[in-house]
């Protein structure tokens, strides 16, 4: 089983700026999808920013021009920077990981615990 752990949650004001960070580990996996998902009190858990293996990424509505995600595939780590912090940002963020397991031949989709993000003056 894929293991993944999340680390940079944190308190920070208004327009201030935190990095998530996502680490998978796990052997007989290939991966092809890292992202980000949060849920807020009381709403759906929603994706954040996502990246495929392609290159390509995707991001909420809401956080474009904010946020970015990278991703560093040899090491199997995914960073969220997030800039210009907002109350609204405030949830707990989940890192997201798969792809294709070549032990059980099936595809995968594993989750971190979360981390807390807050933001708040």
């Known amino acids: 089983q894929m293991h993944v752990v999340e680390s940079g949650g944190g308190l920070v004001q208004p327009g201030g700026s935190l990095r998530l960070s996502c680490e998978a580990s796990g052997n007989g996996f290939s991966i092809n999808r890292m992202g980000w998902y949060r849920q807020a009190p009381g709403k759906q858990r929603e994706l954040v920013a996502e990246?495929?293996?392609?290159?390509?990424?995707v991001y909420a509505d809401s956080v474009k021009g904010r946020f970015t995600i990278s991703r560093d595939n040899a090491e199997k780590r995914v960073y969220l920077q997030m800039n210009s912090l907002k109350s609204e940002d405030t949830a707990v963020y989940y890192c997201?990981?798969?792809?294709?397991?070549?032990?059980?031949?099936?595809?995968?989709?594993?989750w971190g615990q979360g981390t807390q993000v807050a933001v708040s003056s």
């Open positions: 990246s495929t293996s392609g290159r390509s990424t």
């Open positions: 997201s990981v798969g792809g294709f397991d070549s032990r059980l031949g099936s595809r995968f989709n594993s």
